[in-house]
């Protein structure tokens, strides 16, 4: 079965930092890409950072790079995500996600953990 668990979410003041992890079980890890997404309260999904297999290639979005820092362990099959210099703006609830390859229907079919909240405020 698998499982992405994300955690380290909380509440913050601006300007803090926060890092948060996702534990991930049931697939390969070391083969696939993994992103980060947050849902703000009623907003849609919105695409925050990617990392590819190896942790060799990252992407930002524009309003995080500078501040955020996606990286992995594959050894200990988490993924992270390090924000610095937090904005009110960046309150939501943070997912991690990926797609995995099923091999019957030869279609990726996306996966995404529970969620961890962060809050910024003051």
């Known amino acids: 079965e698998v499982q992405l668990v994300e955690s380290g979410g909380g509440l913050v003041q601006p300007g803090g930092s926060l890092r948060l992890s996702c534990a991930a079980s049931?697939?390969?890890?070391?083969?696939?890409?993994l992103s980060w997404v947050r849902q703000a309260p009623g907003k849609g999904p919105e695409w925050v950072s990617t990392?590819?297999?190896?942790?060799?290639?990252?992407y930002y979005f524009d309003s995080v790079k500078g501040r955020f820092t996606v990286s992995r362990d594959n050894a200990k099959t988490t993924l992270y995500l390090q924000m610095n210099s937090l904005r009110p703006e960046n309150t939501a609830k943070y997912y991690c996600?990926?797609?995995?390859?099923?091999?019957?229907?030869?279609?990726?079919?996306?996966?995404w953990g529970q969620g961890t909240q962060v809050a910024v405020s003051a």
């Open positions: 996600t990926t797609d995995l390859f099923d091999g019957v229907t030869g279609s990726d079919n996306p996966y």
């Open positions: 049931g697939f390969t890890f070391r083969s696939y890409g």
């Open positions: 990392i590819n297999s190896n942790g060799a290639s990252t």
